[in-house]
């Protein structure tokens, strides 16, 4: 008994360590919702930048940051603002809505091509890292009922069957997990460049492959110094491209 | 006449290349209403035959639509002078002052001048523009009222006022209609008539006439006939041009002229015998015709949005070569327009704006029909297009806007819609993109914005939670723990178990101490069971130690099986042994017993010799 309330209190501990702040200073928001109203969309930007590098966990703040910054004009930061936001709050119909249609402006689609939207909007509709939380308390069950089952085997019929639930549970969420990391990879980024040239090496003595417009979402495969190697995920081309024109989410 | 065009033709490919090429632009007027139209006129002239495009820098204030192009070769005294000229519609985009910048050709000696220009808003009162070119119309206030005698259509056939009769030879111009609308099509007709009287040595050279402010297409064949003039026979040669006025207001078509030899007996050489042109020398004449003027209305009020400029008739209609594809498949879409007028200048049509499809550059061709001296012809738009996404996707129709002459009114032709059933394409599938340099931008215009700030964000608990348990890191490892710390623990109470000897051995000691502490609580009064549990701890650890029973083990057969062992006690414990047995059977079986208090203290020692012997023996 002690040793589950050291547990207990240890993960309680951890939670409160691990949670990030959610809620940004208010009379910064404010501030930024001012100036946007004014039509100044790139000090709003600003502010909402600041705000969102205190915050990174906040959707609405990232939500918010994407909007000043295709007010603005900034096309490539701006989808990166809502593919942050989407990947926070996938459930939210505003972040779907400005993500697919900044998407739309920089000749990409959110649904992949061949994917019926309502599979996307159910396949998505949990975040990532709340489909990794599930998954983890999933697992959490499954194993703490299987070392119950073991330590009382008076109980162990009962627990078996918990077991088993908590198990399939686990599978779920662990596949669920897993699929959607491989449709949202990790390493993805936004072209944030104006009209990006992709070269066939990592260097200006290459000559250039393709232009790539701004605000197209792009993997990146590898780095050489100051060039990254990428593909560009709805043409499945592939080249190098410099640093400074990616945005990594 | 042939022999005429024929020598012009062999002038033109004589003519040197890279001669001196000079550029001068103009617009019909400095000051439009951001509703309406300006036509801007570039010259290109040089002394060569071919002479290079103009080069339009961007201007940014207006939509430039391409009007189409107008040349002339004139060759006098054996100079060739080449004159093209390029119109280009500009529509407005903005209200204020603006400039046109210099326009020049590859290698010319002499850029235009640039051109100043005021957009001002619609419904603006517009000023009779006073530097307007001189080549333009006269302003409408001084034309003359429909009826007008000097609103002609053809010239007279003139005379000769001293014999009364018609000239031996003449040039004679005509329209076909005095008015009409900005690019509506008129015809002109330039009649050479020469009588037998004429004379005429060697070949002629047409100079046609100045036509500043139309676009002009040949309409070829150069026609040869006979014709009575008054009772007099000619024989005539007639060439005719198709004009399209590109401004409105009165339009003077210059004098078309005849370059002939003809005798000079030494009187009226027209009027000499027939031998005598055998003997006379050869005399230039230049042959005039009269100067025309055209009245140009410009277009009626009442002109749609998408209307460019074209008079006529037109047809449309499109089509795409396949409508079931596969997103990210190429898709040709053709647009054909047809129909009668000037159809080379209309411009594309905007694209629609459906964010399923992604436009590539268009290309477009044109062929022209003069058949019965009318201009027609037919337009066609190709643009490739690929489905982005899966589904059916319409294609509207496309509308092109033009002003019918016939009826007097504007009217549209449009398309069908057209439908395109997209299936999903192969995952993976590279979309045909041309190459980089035809791609569209990837930037598609919309009339719609992104949603609002986020003013009342909602916070969701469990959301926070999940995310939080996620982030824990290594502690995930927790639960990996407890479950090996549990399977070990199984494992170990399976293995003992499975052998019941050496659990016994394992578990001597824990038994004895749990007899000895019940003897140690009981009370005082309870001394001789105290004195009992304690006996039987001593003698049940040892019979456990040798996996024997305890009922009827003595000391004797104790001591041979401890010292039996594989790690027998030492010899000063066995003694210890012996002397706590003998006393545990005392104390039990005594008739005096003991007290509670010394019971205590012997159940300790008893304690203490069995740990002795518990570590001596091993587990």
């Known amino acids: 008994m002690k040793l589950t309330l050291a547990a207990a209190l240890i993960l309680a501990c951890s939670l409160r360590l691990h949670a990030q702040p959610t809620g940004a200073a208010p009379d910064g928001l404010a501030a930024a919702r001012a100036l946007y109203d004014a039509g100044r969309y790139a000090d709003a930007a600003a502010a909402l930048s600041a705000l969102a590098a205190a915050s990174p966990r906040d959707a609405a703040i990232q939500y918010d940051l994407g909007d000043a910054l295709f007010k603005a004009g900034r096309l490539g930061p701006a989808i990166v603002g809502f593919e942050r936001a989407f990947e926070l709050d996938p459930r939210d119909s505003d972040v779907r809505e400005n993500l697919s249609f900044a998407l739309s402006r920089a000749g990409e689609e959110l649904v992949p091509p061949g994917t019926p939207p309502v599979l996307f909007r159910l396949f998505t509709e949990l975040s990532e890292r709340e489909l990794a939380g599930l998954h983890w308390a999933a697992a959490w069950a499954t194993l703490l009922l299987a070392a119950a089952a073991l330590a009382l085997p008076r109980r162990r019929e009962s627990l078996r069957a918990w077991t088993g639930g908590g198990a399939a549970l686990w599978a779920f969420f662990g596949l669920w997990w897993m699929g959607l990391r491989a449709v949202l990879p990790p390493g993805r980024g936004v072209v944030i460049a104006a009209k990006a040239e992709l070269r066939h090496g990592p260097g200006e003595g290459f000559d250039v492959a393709f232009t790539v417009p701004e605000g197209r979402r792009v993997r990146v495969l590898g780095s050489s110094g100051a060039w990254l190697d990428v593909g560009l995920l709805k043409e499945g081309a592939r080249g190098w491209i410099e640093a400074s024109a990616i945005e990594r989410l | ?619």
């Open chain 2, 1 to 619: 006449m042939k022999k005429l065009l024929l020598t012009l033709a062999a002038c033109a490919l004589a003519a040197r290349a890279g001669a001196g090429v000079v550029v001068t632009s103009a617009l019909d007027r400095t000051r439009v209403a951001a509703d309406d139209q300006l036509v801007l006129s570039v010259t290109v002239t040089g002394d060569q035959a071919s002479v290079p495009e103009p080069k339009l820098p961007p201007i940014e204030a207006f939509s430039i639509y391409d009007s189409g192009r107008s040349q002339s070769i004139s060759i006098v005294n054996g100079h060739i002078a080449s004159s093209v000229v390029y119109t280009y519609v500009l529509s407005p985009r903005s209200v204020g002052h603006f400039r046109i910048p210099p326009i020049g050709t590859d290698g010319a000696a002499q850029a235009s001048t640039p051109l100043d220009v005021d957009v001002v808003k619609p419904g603006a009162k517009i000023a009779p523009d006073a530097a307007a070119p001189a080549a333009a119309a006269a302003p409408d206030e001084n034309a003359p009222a429909a009826g007008d005698p000097s609103d002609t259509n053809a010239t007279a056939a003139p005379t000769d006022a001293r014999t009364g009769r018609t000239p031996a030879a003449m040039v004679v111009a005509t329209l076909d209609k005095s008015r009409a609308v900005v690019n509506e099509q008129v015809t002109l007709t330039v009649r050479f008539l020469y009588s037998q009287e004429a004379q005429l040595l060697g070949n002629q050279q047409y100079e046609a006439p100045d036509l500043t402010g139309f676009l002009s297409m040949d309409l070829p064949p150069v026609r040869n006939g006979t014709t009575i003039i008054h009772g007099r026979p000619y024989a005539y040669s007639e060439i005719k041009t198709a004009l399209f006025p590109i401004q409105s207001g009165r339009l003077k078509i210059g004098s078309a002229a005849v370059h002939a030899q003809v005798a000079r007996p030494g009187g009226d050489p027209f009027a000499a015998g027939f031998f005598n042109s055998f003997f006379a020398n050869p005399q230039a004449v230049v042959l005039h015709s009269d100067p025309l003027t055209l009245r140009v209305d410009p277009p009626p009020p009442g002109k749609p949005a998408d209307f460019t400029g074209v008079v006529g008739r037109l047809a449309a209609r499109a089509s795409v070569d396949h409508a079931d594809v596969k997103a990210g498949e190429a898709v040709t879409l053709t647009v054909d327009v047809s129909g009668s007028g000037n159809v080379q200048s209309i411009p594309e049509p905007p694209k629609p704006d459906l964010p399923a499809l992604r436009f590539f550059d268009t290309e477009s061709s044109a062929t022209t029909d003069k058949a019965g001296d009318r201009i027609s012809g037919r337009k066609t738009f190709r643009t490739v297009l690929v489905a982005r996404v899966s589904g059916d996707v319409s294609l509207p129709s496309f509308r092109f806007s033009y002003y019918d002459p016939q009826s007097k009114a504007y009217a549209v032709a449009a398309t069908s819609p057209i439908s395109l059933h997209v299936a999903p394409g192969a995952p993976g599938a590279v979309p045909a993109a041309p190459s980089p340099a035809q791609s569209a931008p990837g930037v598609t215009a919309f009339g719609e914005d992104v949603r609002y700030l986020k003013t009342a964000p909602q916070r969701d608990p469990i959301s926070a939670a999940l995310v939080a348990f996620a982030d824990l890191g290594p502690w995930h490892a927790l639960p990996f723990a407890a479950l090996a710390l549990a399977a070990l623990f199984d494992w170990r109470r399976r293995a003992a178990d499975s052998d019941p000897r050496g659990r016994r051995f394992r578990d001597a000691r824990r038994r004895a101490e749990q007899r000895l502490k019940a003897a140690s609580a009981l009370p005082d009064a309870q001394a001789a069971d105290a004195a009992a549990h304690v006996d039987e701890a001593l003698a049940a650890f040892v019979a456990d130690k040798l996996d024997v029973p305890s009922a009827g083990l003595t000391l004797k057969t104790a001591l041979d099986g401890l010292k039996s062992l594989r790690r027998p006690p030492a010899e000063p414990t066995l003694a210890r042994l012996s002397a706590a047995w003998e006393e545990a059977d005392l104390r039990r079986f005594a008739p005096g017993g003991v007290d509670g208090s010394d019971a205590r203290r012997f159940a300790g020692e008893i304690a203490d010799l069995i740990r002795t012997l518990d570590q001596e023996i091993g587990r």
